[in-house]
């Protein structure tokens, strides 16, 4: 029981990570990159649908995102999502395509985007703390109905500090990295 318990926690780990790699996609480090709009949400016949469902995205060069709608009546609509979303960006158009030019990064915006980092690691690191949680009160209750000795919880609690050090360990990696990419000049 405990270990697929463990395995199934890890996978929960796992997920948390993958959000976190796939929100710092999203963080502006002064290069373009698909990732950085393909998630923004745009009306599209009253349904909220992700730039990457409606059109191509292409990096022409690295300060320049280009976004060819499939449907050229859809090019206002998403025009006014890239606009609207938090990530600061002016796109133009030409009646076909929008083009987006990613502004330089200021030390002021860089140093705010290192804040960002740190919060949404933050972030991370707390949903991993309830999944473990969650779990060691399961741990705990099995022990009580006798399902588990005490022997046995106190196994899984040693391989549950484990796997937690290794989780944040990894979570501490993707950090480190991101915050030298958003620092870099």
Same mark, same amino acid.
């Given at each position: 029981? =405990? ?19 796939? +929100? ?21 016949? %009253?349904?909220?649908? /992700? ?17 060819? /709608? ?20 002016? /796109?133009?158009?030409? %009646? ?6 990613? /502004? ?7 140093? *705010? ?9 933050? +972030? ?24 588990? =000795?005490? *022997? ?6 040693? *391989? ?26």
């Amino acid at each position: 029981m =405990s270990i697929e318990n463990i395995d199934d926690l890890q996978l929960k780990f796992e997920e948390v990570l993958e959000q976190f790699r796939n +929100e710092l996609k999203k963080m502006k480090t002064g290069r373009a990159s698909a990732e950085l709009v393909d998630g923004i949400q745009v009306d599209y016949f %009253g349904t909220r649908t /992700p730039i990457i469902h409606m059109a191509t995205i292409n990096v022409l060069d690295a300060k320049t995102i280009e976004i060819s /709608p499939w449907n050229k009546d859809q090019l206002k609509e998403i025009k006014k999502a890239i606009s609207q979303s938090d990530l600061g960006l002016n /796109p133009s158009d030409n %009646g076909n395509l929008i083009r987006i030019i990613i /502004p330089s990064m200021t030390e002021e915006r860089r140093i *705010d985007m290192v804040k960002q980092l740190r919060k949404k690691t933050e +972030e991370m690191r707390i949903r991993m703390r309830r999944h473990r949680e969650d779990f060691w009160s399961k741990i705990q209750k099995n022990e009580k109905d006798s399902s588990i =000795s005490e *022997d046995e919880k106190f196994k899984i609690k040693n *391989d549950l500090q484990k796997l937690v050090k290794e989780y944040n360990v990894k979570i501490d990696e993707i950090e480190e990295r991101k915050e030298q990419e958003l620092l870099q000049v």
